[in-house]
């Protein structure tokens, strides 16, 4: 299924779910739907900040992408 269709049919169970009410199957495909159109979302947009670059105050230019994964690299400290 591609996104159009995620998108159609989240819609077509948003309008069911206010018109009659959802099936507990129809209420965890709308939960999983959603939660696949919001992981899209969030990667399509981690892929164009991954590509921005930012002029520091010092002048020097700081790729996102690079800075992210930079601080996804370094050990978390407790």
Same mark, same amino acid.
């Given at each position: 299924?591609? $996104?159009? =269709?995620? @998108?159609? /049919? @989240?819609? +077509?169970?948003?309008?069911?779910?206010?018109? =009659?009410?959802?099936?507990? +199957? =129809?209420? +965890?495909?709308?939960?999983? $739907?959603? %939660?696949?159109?919001? %992981?899209?979302? /969030?990667?399509? !947009?981690?892929?164009? $900040?991954?590509?921005?670059? @930012? /002029? +520091? %105050?010092?002048? &020097? @230019?700081?790729?996102?992408?690079?800075?992210?994964?930079? &601080?996804? &690299?370094?050990? &978390?400290? !407790?």
């Amino acid at each position: 299924m591609n $996104l159009g =269709e995620k @998108i159609k /049919r @989240i819609n +077509e169970l948003y309008h069911k779910s206010q018109e =009659e009410g959802l099936t507990q +199957e =129809e209420k +965890e495909e709308q939960a999983r $739907l959603r %939660a696949e159109y919001v %992981a899209n979302v /969030r990667a399509n !947009l981690r892929g164009q $900040l991954d590509n921005v670059d @930012i /002029r +520091e %105050a010092d002048g &020097s @230019i700081t790729n996102l992408g690079e800075k992210r994964k930079k &601080s996804e &690299s370094k050990p &978390s400290v !407790l």
